[in-house]
């Protein structure tokens, strides 16, 4: 009997052992100040100890929730289906690529999707990251003498409405035969309300930022739509371009035929352009699209080609030469590596199958994660102490035994989190102390048994058995039970309630085998004592 819990001490400290390694690199990142995590955050030896490390949720580290609805309106039956499903797989692939640690993305009721992304606290970029549909697309801009003649007929249209006047009627013209012609030369307008606002670059114009709502207000006027060419469209540049050091937005007159969409894409990255320096992002496409991109860019070439993403222009460029499977996005002056990064994702992730409206939005700062780990290292270090005070003091020894027992039970718990690549959460935390809670009250139940067998005359061999013979039923009824409601916790709970019934379940098993195989093998020992400090 002896030799059996003998066995069971040794495979406890080849575990302690196992847990320590297990830990060390929590240990080691925890422990680096921010300044040296900075300096370290392209060291291939760091990158693989952080990814081995306990990962901290939303609450602790500080980050963004996202709350996202599909709007399935526009689709099919068929198609709405399983909008949210596909939806969902794309956001995680495009999360998965972003570089997120422990991102927590979910479906919530029918057309909801729930994203949570720690250490994310940039909100305009996350949500251009996850909420952009991406639907990429090349169209052809309208001929650059023609946007004259359009732009005319648009000031035609805004210029105010003036009396008639009794004008005398103009003669015809004639020729040199003295032949009447036909006036056929539109009259100029005498105002410009719309033109005053534009800036005429090659295939394009750009619009003063603060004039933007201006010229979008004209532009939605009936009478200015009745003016647009029914084979054209007017869109707007997706930012801010940069004009002699001046950010300007971009106005551009597309034709609506898509020659090519983004469903040939087949890869896309981020790089600089070897000429300017800017950022870019380069593209492949499959065999059928690079059959398209050829037959298009063989035949307009010297004509502006317009990247739409999402109904905005991200850029423009003249056609230079027949292009087959490769191309490139310029992202302009104004552009950022980052956003070059962002696009690349999202292109290679593909577009979202609807439409997703952002109903919902906060940003956990970083500040309150922190406030919350330094709160919570207080509390655990005054909680596990006042344990260790009072289990020493009324159960002497024994009382001892039993804090060992929980401390092995804390520091197994946290080595299976970090070994599994959990994320640690307030509620897992809530979970871990309720553990270390419970193991300890085992120990009181076996403790009191002993007593009374002790009490009642018995020896210290006679009342150890005993104590434990009675108790055990007790106590696997209560772990059972609460296993139980930590899996159906599991089951059916979404985000922080998942991290605390997994932490909770795996306290509980244990829990098991801390209070009654651990301190069982040393009581096994203590048999041999004439006294037990009880």
Known sequence: MRGRYMW????????????????FPTFKVWTMSAEEKVKLVDNPDYINTE??????????????????????SKLTPAEAADAVDRALEIIRNRVDKFGVAEPLIQKQGKDRIVVELPGITDRARATALIGQTAQLEFKLLEPAENLQGIT????????PQKPAEAKPKPKPATDIFGKTQDTLAAEEPTEKPFSTYLQATGGYFFVQPEDVPRVRELVAKPEVQAQVPPDVEILWSSKNETSEGRPLAGLYFAKKQVELSGKYLTFARENRDPQTGGPIVEFELN????????????????????????GKVVSAPVVQNQITNRGQITLGGAGTMEEAHDLAIILRAGA??????????????PSLGADSIEKGKLSAVIGISLVFLFMSVYYRLSGLIASIGMLLNFVFLVAILASLGL???????????????????????????????????????????????????????SHVTTLITALILFIFGTGPVKGFAVSLSWGIVISLYTAVLVTRAIFEIRKEYQTLSI
């Open 8 to 23: 069971m001490l040794i495979l406890t400290g080849a575990l302690t052992v196992a847990a320590a390694i297990s830990l």
């Open 352 to 365: 979202l199958p609807a439409p997703v409206k952002i109903i919902e939005s906060s940003v956990i700062g």
């Open 51 to 72: 990814r081995k490390s306990i990962k901290l949720g939303l609450d602790l580290r500080g980050g963004m929730r996202v709350v996202m609805e599909v709007d399935k």
């Open 287 to 310: 065999r059928e699209g690079a059959r398209i991109f050829r037959r298009l860019t063989g035949a307009n070439i010297g004509k502006p080609l317009a990247i739409i993403l999402d």
């Open 152 to 159: 005319d007929r648009f000031d035609r249209a805004l210029e």
């Open 423 to 477: 994320t640690l959460t307030l509620p897992g935390i809530a979970g871990i102390i309720l553990t270390m809670g419970m193991s300890v009250d085992s120990n009181v139940l076996i403790f009191e048994r002993i007593r009374e067998e002790m009490r009642a005359g018995k020896t210290v061999r006679a009342a150890i058995d005993a104590g434990y013979k009675r108790a055990m039923l007790t106590i696997i009824d």
